[in-house]
């Protein structure tokens, strides 16, 4: 296949939905040499936060000089967002290559595998193909760590196959509440899944879903460290270009060395929840460097050597200084989360798709709009999603509304749209395509406004490509 070909063939596969399991993906990947065994895994689940950690953790490492892989979903504008190494993305003819060989792999049977059944695997889902030509491209090209978002909960999440040097659950909040489960500790469950023996695990979260990552690591015999408890922040100052914080150790962890106090950090994401994905990705960075310390307790060999996993770190973990952890944070990207693209007016692209990101994006708001400026919001949010709390959290705070429509059969219909925004705010108006709703958006908004497109990472994605193609002189 052509690459343009692998996309409709991806597209195909998208229309089929989602089906948990591992039995499909493990048996693609048994075909194509087991690639992920061969990785050494930063693996990282939750219901916000996770693409920012991720991309926090990598930048660190591509700055410490290692071949760093990263997987991450959905894209915004190109496939091939998904599967990038050091910052790059695959190629168009690399990624028609993979694509290719797992799309004719799927199509055999399998014979000779001790699993129940020796079934078709025709009917893989677009995710698991994705993932297993995530994990054979990396594989491939020899990268030395590959940080691994989770697409969906974890346990039976196509990710899950891989045996991490790490796990980070960012938090657990309510989001696919159809599959994950209706409350917090059935979402946490499924989250602590990716939780495996002798991986030091870091979280965020707290409540009913940290007793129960909590409980987990207990069980698997899995260290713990925990956001506010062992390593925490603090907050310093924040323009349209940057924030900055300190962190440091919290507990008894700055006495047994297991993280160290950092002054003075800065990151270009905006958002202060941003601060607790940054502090997550450095305690993951720290736990690389300090292996030892991260085990629990009497698991080392003689002479403080660990056990595997742990000796997979390629190179010494001085390579991993203070100094790249400070500019990988500073250099770290990521699109369409609190983004900045037009300063007069004031353009922020935020693919807040769940009621805790909307909650999250309603505080960021409130502090832009600070000297009575108004926001004019333009909103598109897909079906599967709590749209009624999602607009009731944001569309209060605008002085007018243009609800719309992303390419996606996934996405509530602007008019359904309509009848709900209208019940919060009186000056709602409908306009079907991002594109001609952005451009109303504009030429309505005055110098000192504020434009928010929000609602889904589809809406941001095509917001962001148009953009891209009108290339504000101002951005």
């Avoid at 993906?25 to 219901?47: D, E, F, M, Q, S």
């Avoid at 071949?67 to 915004?76: A, D, E, R, V, W």
């Avoid at 965020?204 to 260290?223: E, H, W, Y």
């Avoid at 609800?403 to 079907?432: E, G």
Wanted: with cysteine; aromatic share 6%.
């Amino acid at each position: 296949m052509t690459y343009r070909e692998t996309l409709v063939y991806l597209d195909d596969l998208e229309r089929l939905g989602i089906k948990p399991g591992l039995s499909r993906i493990k048996k693609l990947l048994y075909l194509l040499g087991n690639p992920h065994r061969r990785l050494r895994v930063i693996h990282i689940a939750g219901t916000n936060g996770k693409g920012s950690t991720a991309a926090f953790i990598s930048s660190i490492l591509k700055e410490s000089g290692y071949k760093t892989g990263l997987y991450i979903s959905p894209h915004l504008t190109d496939f091939r967002e998904r599967i990038s190494i050091n910052g790059k993305r695959i190629p168009s003819t690399s990624a028609a290559r993979i694509l290719t060989e797992c799309k004719t792999l799927a199509a055999r049977r399998v014979r000779g595998i001790k699993k129940p059944g020796s079934t078709s695997l025709e009917y893989l889902t677009y995710f698991e193909i994705v993932t297993a030509a995530a994990f054979s491209h990396f594989a491939r090209e020899k990268v030395d760590f590959a940080v691994v978002e989770t697409g969906m909960g974890g346990r039976w999440d196509a990710t899950n196959v891989v045996k991490p040097l790490i796990s980070v659950i960012t938090n657990s909040d309510y989001d696919h509440m159809d599959i994950l489960g209706a409350n917090i500790s059935s979402i946490a469950a499924e989250h602590a899944g990716i939780i495996k023996k002798g991986a030091p695990v870091i979280t965020a979260s707290s409540g009913k879903a940290l007793q129960v990552i909590k409980k987990v690591c207990r069980q698997r015999n899995t260290r713990l460290f925990h956001i506010n408890t062992d390593i925490n922040y603090e907050f310093l100052k924040s323009d349209l270009k940057r924030q900055s914080f300190n962190i440091y150790p919290a507990g008894n962890n700055g006495e047994n060395g297991v993280f160290s106090e950092f002054k003075n950090l800065t990151i270009p994401l905006l958002g202060k929840y941003q601060l607790t994905n940054a502090c997550c990705a450095v305690a993951a960075i720290e736990l690389l460097r300090a292996p030892e310390r991260a085990c629990p307790r009497g698991k080392t060999r003689k002479g403080g050597v660990v056990n595997a996993p742990w000796r997979a770190c390629p190179r010494p973990s001085e390579l991993i200084s203070d100094e790249s952890i400070r500019k990988g944070l500073s250099k770290t990207r990521w699109p369409g989360r609190l983004e900045i693209v037009n300063r007069s007016p004031l353009v922020i692209l935020d693919g807040a798709h769940n009621l805790p990101a909307a909650k999250q994006l309603r505080k960021a708001l409130l502090e832009f709009l600070g000297n009575n400026k108004r926001l004019i919001l333009v909103l598109g949010i897909l079906k599967d999603k709590e749209v009624g709390k999602i607009v009731r959290e944001l569309v209060p705070l605008a002085f007018k509304v243009i609800v719309t429509s992303s390419k996606t059969s996934r996405a509530v219909l602007p008019d359904d749209l309509y009848k709900i925004a209208v019940k919060y705010n009186r000056n709602v108006s409908v306009i079907s395509e991002v594109e001609e709703a952005l451009q109303y958006a504009l030429c309505e908004a005055k110098k000192n406004d504020i434009v928010c497109i929000t609602g889904s990472l589809y809406t941001v994605g095509e917001a962001r490509r148009f953009f891209a193609e009108r290339r504000c002189s101002d951005c």
